[in-house]
């Protein structure tokens, strides 16, 4: 039995992926990149690389990179802060779960985009911590963020169960030793989940495996 889950947060617990897609995709059109879905999962969802060597493929010198990346991330806050992000039967979930295993956030977004989407869901008071982006070096697919939720858990790899949506999280979780379940978004469907100890169809499957109702 799991004494501890590792959530993912964007795509699993709050629908922002698509927004982050849509900031990004409206900022980088302003210097002639059209940005596909199938671009945005590849370059962000599976590979970790983003999309701004696009835009220094066109000649957008370094300068103008950070300022499109600042203006990009403006945006998002906007979206993000603009309605509810709860994805649906996330709250009932997380509640249960709450009663029987101890939990935490890996994710990676930037903190101040983290508070904005929870700011209305209350589901935080559930979790021990959120692992956000700038409390660890190297990113998922990299094993470090979870490798730092463990022991910041003070539980082994073989305790701990992971929740994820994306290739490069399913990755990062496999590569620090843990049980991975997927639970694909609309967004990372097409993804390969090969590895994955289980590909679930919703949050409601996770409870029912773990013996809940």
């Known amino acids: 039995m799991f004494k501890a889950i590792l959530w993912d947060n964007d795509g699993v617990l709050v629908d922002t992926e698509g ?3 849509q900031a990004t995709r409206e900022t980088i059109a ?3 990149v059209d940005l596909t879905i199938g671009d945005y999962r590849q370059l962000f969802l599976v590979e970790a690389r983003g999309a701004w060597h696009l835009a220094s493929a066109r000649g957008v010198d370094e300068a103008a990179v950070r300022r499109l990346a600042d203006e990009r991330d403006r945006r998002y806050l906007e979206l993000v802060a603009g309605g509810d992000t709860l994805l649906p039967g996330v709250r009932e979930v997380v509640t249960e779960l709450a009663a029987r295993f101890r939990m935490a956030i890996v994710t990676s977004s930037k903190p101040e985009p983290f508070q904005r989407a929870h700011a209305a869901t209350g589901l ?4 021990e911590f959120a692992l956000t982006r700038d409390q660890y070096a190297r990113a998922k697919p990299d094993p470090e963020p979870y490798r730092i939720a ?3 858990l003070g539980l082994a790899a073989r305790d701990v169960l992971v929740i994820e949506d994306s290739e490069r999280g399913l990755r990062s979780a496999k590569a620090a030793g843990l049980t991975c379940w997927v639970v694909p978004s609309p967004l990372t469907a097409p993804s390969d989940f090969t590895g994955a100890d289980a590909e679930l169809g919703s949050l409601r499957e996770v409870l029912v495996r773990l013996g809940g109702a």
Not at 124 to 127: D, G, P, S
């Open 19 to 21: 927004l982050y897609f």
């Open 30 to 32: 302003s210097v002639g």
């Open 124 to 127: 935080l008071r559930w979790f």
């Open 150 to 152: 463990c022991e910041r």
